[in-house]
């Protein structure tokens, strides 16, 4: 019976280390290298996995952990590189995944079977994965790995490993195509955590469920919590909380301040979750102003800036009022002069997804620095 031409195996090349493994075992078993040629993924993915990590100063030490499983092929008489490919030609890929890892987990060898028919970039990935599904901790990583459709790539395995646990959702990991992105939407989620105090787990993964591969984009969503719970800042504001005559905004409060002075003061909530700006309405006497305060960080700490002074539709504020608020926060230490600031406390791509568009950053406080560095 004729093969249909559907199924028929046609040899695949690849290269890099696990070409070279192959190339040296196959001096030693002629055939053994085209026999790779034509295996099928999984076949192939079990055997990229022993390929990398065989010593070939001491390629006994591979034969020996194949020989329980191969006893009457892996004879210690034998070379031992024929010794592992006389192994690697007979065994089941579940043996060899049990010799070289020691257990083979639930959905592992599926997931194997799903990586193509290329080593994976990064020959420490094979032990990644079968901790992935081996570790009861990972449970929903690995589950979120069997949710993919099709093959596998090796960018979303990496995702899968990193990604802060809120963010295991599928929508979300469809967005995931390098490790700076998963950097990135964790540094956005700490930023969350850090000022929306009911940003629980439970309702940061329930908002997941409105994303989808053409939905929302991760920055709509991150710039959504600001906007609707954002309720403080990551900065120790200049002026306090009980002020008769300065009322800070919070970034939830920004959308509202922006309808009722008709700016774009709704736009500007990233630069508030950041640090980067503090806004200040002016409840006092006279007219009503909006300021816009600039953190600039020095040695001593953080220092604010006034860095502009609007009424409604961002007109001139009224002389006297202007000269008022001037006063009020020069006397809480407020410069009343531009500068510019030298920190980068936040990377470039989180003040993307945020919607920050400037290039002089404070640094950060030591408590969000380290949600940050616990988040990458």
Not at 130 to 153: W, Y
Not at 292 to 309: A, P, T
Request: hydrophobic residues 45%.
């Amino acid at each position: 019976m004729v093969e249909p031409a559907a199924l028929r195996r046609v040899p695949r090349s690849f290269d890099g280390p696990c070409l070279d493994a192959a190339c040296k075992l196959d001096a030693a078993a002629p055939g053994f290298l085209n026999h790779l040629l034509y295996a099928s993924n999984l076949r192939r993915a079990a055997t990229f996995a022993t390929l990398i990590q065989i010593d070939f100063e001491r390629p006994a030490a591979m034969a020996e952990r194949l020989r329980p499983f191969a006893p009457a092929t892996c004879l210690p008489e034998l070379d031992p590189c024929a010794q592992v490919v006389r192994a690697l030609l007979i065994l089941r890929e579940r043996e060899i995944i049990a010799a070289l890892f020691g257990s083979v987990p639930d959905g592992f060898l599926g997931l194997l079977g799903r990586l193509g028919s290329q080593p994976l970039p990064d020959p420490a990935q094979y032990a990644l994965l079968h901790d992935l599904f081996g570790n009861p901790a990972h449970q929903a990583r690995a589950k979120l790995l069997r949710q993919i459709p099709g093959l596998v790539s090796p960018s979303k395995i990496v995702a899968a490993a990193h990604l802060d646990p809120v963010l295991l959702h599928p929508a979300m990991l469809a967005r995931m195509s390098d490790i700076e992105r998963v950097t990135t939407a964790n540094a956005a989620v700490a930023v969350i955590r850090s000022v929306v105090p009911d940003a629980t787990d439970e309702a940061l993964r329930q908002s997941l469920d409105g994303l989808s591969a053409t939905g929302p984009s991760l920055g709509e969503w991150a710039r959504g919590w600001l906007r609707r719970r954002m309720s403080r800042v990551p900065v120790e504001p200049p002026i306090p909380a009980n002020d008769p005559e300065l009322r800070l905004i919070q970034g939830r409060e920004m959308a509202d301040l922006g309808r009722r002075f008709q700016n774009c003061a709704a736009d500007r909530v990233g630069y508030v979750a950041l640090g980067s700006r503090l806004y200040y309405e002016w409840i006092g006497f006279g007219e009503p102003a909006v300021a816009e305060l600039r953190s600039l960080s020095g040695s001593n700490g953080i220092y604010f800036v006034i860095e502009d002074l609007k009424g409604t539709r961002n007109s001139e504020p009224d002389a006297e009022v202007a000269k008022a608020i001037c006063k009020r926060f020069s006397d809480a230490g407020v410069l009343t002069y531009r500068d510019e600031a030298k920190g980068h406390g936040f990377g470039s791509a989180l003040r993307h997804l945020l919607g920050v568009w400037e290039c002089e950053f404070i640094e950060p406080d030591a408590d969000i620095s380290n949600l940050l560095d616990e988040a990458a």
